[in-house]
């Protein structure tokens, strides 16, 4: 079992140099492709968020591609800060691009970082979104440990990614995803608060409000 899940993860970083996000033109495919999907996380966590009493804070999305779901959260909450973390210079581009024709630059940031060594000091964002990185980035539990160390204690977090299934035999993308028991455990090696885990036929969500 353990040779299998090193197998897997080998798979996935293979995966990601293949694919190459710092590629222009692969980056625009991605975003194109991505865009509904993003759309309907921002509606979604908007919702929940405003369920929740939630009216302004600061916003970190560790992974933030080309920006459109912390775009959407900007609509919905006009005084709340906004900052986007990755690595893909094209996707942090396109990013700015459309945060700035959206009239809303002035309260988002998009900046290169890891989101395994966050830059951002402790206890400093009152909400952090996380999607589709889990199966993607190296080291998941660093990840993890770093998002818990930048969210305040009584912060709103939000992870979701790709969930492996049968759906994989067609989609390259979800055949490098994880099961649910596979996240599981990587969860349970990190030290990240306790939270609420459910599932869909292409998802798996991660929610944790406050402690």
Sequence with gaps: MELEYEGRIFYMRNLIHEKN??????????A???????????????????????????????????GWTDIILAQKFPDSEFVGIDLSEPLLQKAKTLAQSSNLDGRIRFEKADVQQIPYGDKSFDVILNLNMVHLVDNSVEMLNEIERVLKPNGFLFIADLR?????????????????????DLFSQSSLRKGIFSTSLLWWRFEAYGL
């Design 32 to 66: 194109k492709k991505h865009r509904k999907m993003a759309e309907r996380f921002g509606h979604e966590y908007s919702e929940k968020l405003s369920r929740r009493g939630f009216q302004k804070g600061r916003i970190l999305d560790t992974g933030c591609g080309f």
């Design 164 to 184: 492996r299934s049968c759906i994989g035999l067609i989609e390259k993308e979800i055949k490098s995803a994880l099961t649910l028991g596979e996240v599981r």
């Design 21 to 30: 996000f710092n590629n222009e033109d692969f980056a625009e495919e991605y």
